[in-house]
């Protein structure tokens, strides 16, 4: 019986591990076709976005499957808790991927603006971000959840050199904005994305902090 | 100790309520500040972020004693997983408070652009949504769930339109933009509380299609 619920604690990681590389994925498939202006990319990424639901609703199935099969130590019940609060970020990780999408086939309909700015680095850091945080928590990695914390900084400084790129853009554009204001809402949807990697850095620390880890991990 | 753990669910139901009504409020001050450029108000925001992030962690340490208390029926134990994806949403609704206020404080400093478009009522029905959805969760109510998740396509036009006003408006500026660009921020905002909203709405319903509610309703 013990040993089963081992089983599912394992097989709970590796579908939570499945999501988030799922959700990673689409945000990459998005930013890309963002840089090639792709709309048959777009497609594919609003077509995959009901897998990472159906795997969201899988996770938390899983997780109240687990909780009402014993009586979970108080170590493994913060670990299922976290994975439900992780899935739901991941969730919407895959939501952001959808947003950036949607804005790109908006952007491909008007001129590029030629704007000086670099998405792409901002998105790999984000996505970065995601998958430190997702590995942080699979480890226990407190110092790794931290760095996580600390990289969000940098995506907002990004963020807000954006914002200002944009503003001084606008004053010296005639004509339409709106390639412009897409731009501006792709980096926030990725600014989005590096804050749902913080609540699971977050979720990482108050998991180690409440539970004995050191007895999770040498189990 | 049946009667301890029942007792336990009914705190934890009132401390989501308070928790809720908190990060209402954030919002409705937050946009009372937008109309006024009060900054005073966007710093009253700013200070009780904190009560909000630490009544989450509460709801969050109230959810985990009640499944550590005993083995709950899976009636209950959906209830608890319920509050602790709920109450994440709520902290955010929180977040989104505070960047509605650091970008009012950010507006204050501006000519006001004299745009027409209705922030309130984009916000009165945004803080709807959220109340309507945490009373749908504590009165095990489907269709005022339902109700909920219909209201964010109007919220997401009402931002399609603010959207389509400041890129005409821009069109028609000379200067600055930034004031348009913020005013387009705290619309996002806002179209995330509703986004928070409807997260709230979709676990309604997945906790009682889930679970025998009736049956919760009656005890």
Same mark, same amino acid.
């Given at each position: 019986m013990r040993t089963r619920f081992h089983q599912?604690? %394992?097989?709970?990681?590796q579908k939570l591990l499945a999501m988030g590389g799922?959700?990673? *994925?689409a945000v990459e498939r998005a930013v890309q076709a963002f840089q090639t202006r792709d709309v048959s990319v777009c497609e594919i990424v609003l077509r995959d976005e009901s897998k990472i639901n159906a795997a969201e609703r899988d996770v938390d199935?899983?997780?109240? %499957?687990?909780?009402a099969m014993q009586q979970p130590m108080a170590v493994d019940l913060r670990f299922i808790v976290s994975c439900i609060k992780? !899935? +739901?970020?991941?969730e919407r990780v895959g939501d952001q991927a959808v947003n950036i999408a949607e804005r790109v086939m908006d952007l491909? &309909?008007?001129? %590029?603006?030629?704007? !000086?700015i670099d998405i792409p680095r901002m998105a790999q850091l984000s996505i970065s971000m995601v998958r430190d945080a997702? !590995?942080?928590?699979?480890? +226990? %990695? $407190?110092?790794? +959840? *931290?760095s996580v914390l600390e990289r969000d900084d940098l995506v907002d400084n990004m963020n807000r050199e954006i914002f200002e790129a944009v503003n001084v853009a606008m004053r010296n554009t $005639?004509? &339409?904005?709106r390639n412009l204001l897409d731009i501006l809402v792709v980096a926030r949807n990725l600014e989005r994305v590096a804050d749902h990697a913080t609540n699971i850095a977050e979720d990482v620390i108050f998991w180690v902090r409440g539970a004995d880890v050191r007895h999770h991990a040498q189990r």
């Open positions: 599912g604690l %394992d097989d709970l990681k799922m959700a990673e *994925q199935e899983m997780s109240i %499957d687990l909780l992780i !899935n +739901a970020d991941l491909a &309909t008007h001129p %590029d603006p030629g704007l !000086n997702l !590995n942080a928590f699979l480890s +226990a %990695d $407190v110092d790794l +959840a *931290q $005639v004509g &339409t904005h």
